[in-house]
């Protein structure tokens, strides 16, 4: 057998992952409910909770990490950047399942992915994030960005909180339900989280990123 086909025959396809590329190709975005199981889900929210609830949230910056600016009126929420290296089993689960996308997409779609950063987020009742992009200035290496939400299964619709997409169509109102994932381009698609009007809304946001 030739080397080649022995790759070849390594190499299997995962249907979830084939979608959530059709769907980037397609339009640009991706929404898959239950990525994460309910039980994932909530061990997640409790990691998030007693980071939280020791204080080490901060009140989130516009720009980037090394050049942040606080503005309340354009987001309101608190984040926590996650360490990986140093991630609680919760956090194994998360990059795990991350990790296996990432590597999915690296392997059929040539993104070449080298990094990805994500921080927990919590917007108390009352905060919101204005319509933006994903980028910054002298920064266009964030390419594909990713939701998670972390909330419990009763999130209303009148709690509000809904990510806003807005495709050249129309704008898509996405609610912040437990385990499901978004993953849309980040210099391509605006959107907006709209204003927590009830209750806490918590997630985990992130980029995958070339150089
Ligand atoms: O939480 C969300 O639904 C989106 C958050 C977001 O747009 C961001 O952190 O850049
Ligand atoms: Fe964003």
Redesign the pocket.
Known sequence: MTEELFEQLEFVENPLFETIIDDLLQQQFSIVNDFFSSEEVEVLRHSLMAKYDADRFKK?AIGNRTNEEIDKSI?G?F?LWMDEANANEAERIFFGKINELVNYLNKTCFLGILHKEF?Y?V?PTGTY?KR?L?TFQNDDRRKL?I?C?LNEDNWLRENG???TIYTEKEALN?L?LPGRL?IFESQVLE???KVVKASE?F?I?GWLKTR
């Open positions: 989130s987001r929420d984040i921080h987020a917007y994030y933006h994903d960005s939701v939400y909180g809904e990510l996405i912040p978004v959107h907006e989280v809304r997630s946001t």
